[in-house]
């Protein structure tokens, strides 16, 4: 790594038009550090004048190689790489994790665990959208969207912190349930979130919904068909504004989300404000969602008894040998995983979030995959990108909701 | 749990067609594809209605070398609700697979990530370049004869001058 690689145009002949190698139009690099691009993504246009020809995404700027890190840890310790991730949807991570280690090893999981699991990844898609509304509108030049969203979020925030301690890297969900039970203060939290938040996702619909600048940058820009999403691999909000009636959460139910009433919002159209529009509404059934599942709150506990895979209560360690065994066992060794593969997947904010664990029959993962949402949804970035203006890319950036973490890994 | 009674037909369809062999752990059914008939499979796949590709990636099995690696499919019926892995078995000298990027838009991706952290060529690809890596990077990250725990450090243009600097001895 002495001198910098120098790229040609001969390198990427195969990608841009003839008359980018005529010199006819333009190459221009958009990013890595564009403001607009949400974090390290590099897009190398070809325009003709303020046109896009043909837009050629770069990537990798932020892999970290969570993947090789997690198979070198047990499967405790390789938890806290999940969070990191996708950092705008830690929870949604763990929980991934968590389900692809209990299919693994066939472990059950309380009653109560499951409900504030979904309590929990609900209100982290509902912080992950905001920021995604805050930031989508700064992109279209609404200021003041971004500060009332992060405003919001900080109350969700809070109530991660009053649960694990941290505001975003929580850790929170572990195989088998989750690490402790919630403190007493959560309910009235979450019940005060569910009281103020329907005025204020009004208050941002009353600023862009029939905002005629929002309507003006966002209709028809970006289009996207049901079958190009699907060829694409698209998940999540983009492909229910493409028409596709996909969510995990309703079609392929776990951690108990068949027991709650919410609907699945869908949109025609396939563009930008479509998108908008879905994930606004996405965050009213988020809502829905859990103000169910705390009013029918199961009581117990929220750690599986299997002391071979969860570590036993402090409580316990004290007076029962075999407890001191067990939790000496799991902090050292970790636990043995069963020979085989699994794929577990959930839906997280950005759509189909899946995890590929397979196990040697060791007590690390073997392989871990991670089959991130943003990954396939940015791909899909050059087909909706040509024949658009630069600043209606912004736009269609903006409504990819890409995090960068989520798509380098 | 058991196997979706509604993909047991389905395997058993694809067994029978192209002489396959399926396994299955915990409820999740795979076949194991020779790599000269992943293009078929993946085309009878999306015409019984698996339209989505979910995953693409490998295991390495290293240091096993026939097949040292397994690459690894997992497709998505939003139709039908169901899943269906594939597994193809790639040896460890001069590792390829056809692509399949003509059929699932999104392998085009996927196989350069397969290219670049496992080394294992997609046959025919129509770009295929290193994706997460930078273009000059050396190895493949995630076989498992590949170390952990050492970092080059990147983007430094004065690399040779600090490391004249370093206290340790040189080569």
Redesign the interface.
């Known amino acids: ?5 120098e ?1 040609s145009v001969d ?1 990427l002949k ?2 841009v038009s003839d008359r980018a190698v005529q010199g006819e139009t333009m190459l221009l690099n958009m990013g890595p550090q564009h403001p607009s691009t949400h974090g390290v993504l590099r897009l190398l246009l070809e325009l003709d004048g303020e046109t896009v020809i043909n837009c050629i995404p770069d ?2 700027f932020l ?1 970290t ?1 969570v ?3 997690m198979e ?1 840890k047990t499967y405790q310790k390789a938890e806290v790489m999940s969070d990191r991730l996708d950092y705008m949807n830690p929870v949604g991570n763990n929980l991934a994790y968590s389900m692809a280690v209990e ?2 090893v ?1 472990l059950d999981v309380p009653a109560r665990a499951q409900a504030l699991r979904v309590i929990l990844a609900e209100l982290t898609r509902f912080q992950s959208h905001l920021v995604w509304l805050g930031t989508a509108a700064l992109d279209l030049a609404a200021m003041s969207m971004f500060l009332y969203c992060f405003r919001e979020r900080e109350y969700i925030l809070d109530i991660m912190e009053m649960c694990s301690g941290q505001r975003m890297m929580t850790t929170y969900i572990r195989p088998g349930g989750l690490w402790r039970d919630v403190p007493v203060e959560f309910e009235a939290a979450v019940r005060d979130i569910l009281k103020t938040f329907p005025k204020r996702i009004d208050q941002y619909e009353a600023l862009l919904t029939r905002n005629p600048l929002m309507l003006d940058r966002t209709l028809g820009i970006g289009k996207l068909t049901g ?1 190009e999403c ?6 999540g909000p983009m492909l229910r504004a493409s028409g ?1 009636k ?1 969510d995990l959460r309703k ?2 139910p776990y951690s108990g989300y068949e027991q709650y009433d919410f609907e699945v919002p869908t949109r025609p159209e396939g563009d930008v404000y479509a998108r908008f529009l879905v994930r606004l509404e996405e965050m009213r059934q988020s809502l829905r969602i859990i103000g169910q599942a705390l009013d029918k709150l199961p009581l117990g506990a929220v750690r599986s008894k299997n002391y071979k895979f969860v570590p036993p209560p402090r409580s316990e360690i004290g007076v029962s040998m075999e407890a001191l065994i067990h939790h000496f066992k799991l902090w050292t060794e970790g636990f043995n995983a069963p020979k ?4 577990s ?1 959930v839906e997280s904010p950005r759509g ?1 979030l ?1 995890v ?1 664990l ?1 196990s040697d029959g060791g007590p690390k993962p ?2 871990i ?1 991670w ?1 991130t949402p943003s ?2 949804n940015l ?2 970035i050059p087909l909706m990108a040509k024949g658009v203006l630069v600043a209606d890319l912004v736009a269609i950036i903006g409504s990819i909701d890409i995090v960068l973490g989520d798509v ?2 | 749990m058991p196997m979706d009674k509604n993909l047991q037909p389905i395997i058993e369809q694809l067994e029978k067609e192209f002489g396959l062999t399926a396994r299955e752990y915990r409820g999740d059914a795979s076949l194991v594809v020779p790599a000269e008939k992943i293009v078929p499979v993946c085309q009878r796949a999306q015409g019984l209605g698996f339209e989505m590709l979910s995953v693409l990636t490998a295991v390495d099995y290293w240091p096993e070398e026939q097949p040292r690696f397994h690459v690894i499919y997992e497709f998505t019926s939003v139709s039908k609700h169901l899943r269906l892995e594939i597994r193809v078995p790639v040896p460890g000298i001069n590792p390829t697979v056809p692509t399949v990027s003509s059929i699932y838009r999104n392998a085009n991706w996927r196989e350069r990530e397969l290219w670049d952290m496992f080394g294992i060529k997609a046959l025919s690809h129509p770009d295929l370049r290193r994706i997460l890596m930078p273009a000059d990077w050396e190895g493949h990250p995630l076989r498992k004869d590949y170390p952990l725990g050492y970092e080059e450090p990147q983007f430094t243009f004065n690399y040779n001058e600090i490391n004249l600097r370093k206290p340790y001895a040189k080569e």
């Open positions: 790594m002495s001198d910098i690689q790229v390198d195969h990608l990537i990798g892999h190689g993947e090789k890190n070198a299919k693994l066939d079958e699907l060829n694409f691999g698209v998940t596709v996909w079609m392929q085989g593969s699994v794929y997947a189909e899946g590929y397979e073997y392989r995959h089959r990954f396939d791909q899909s380098d890994r």
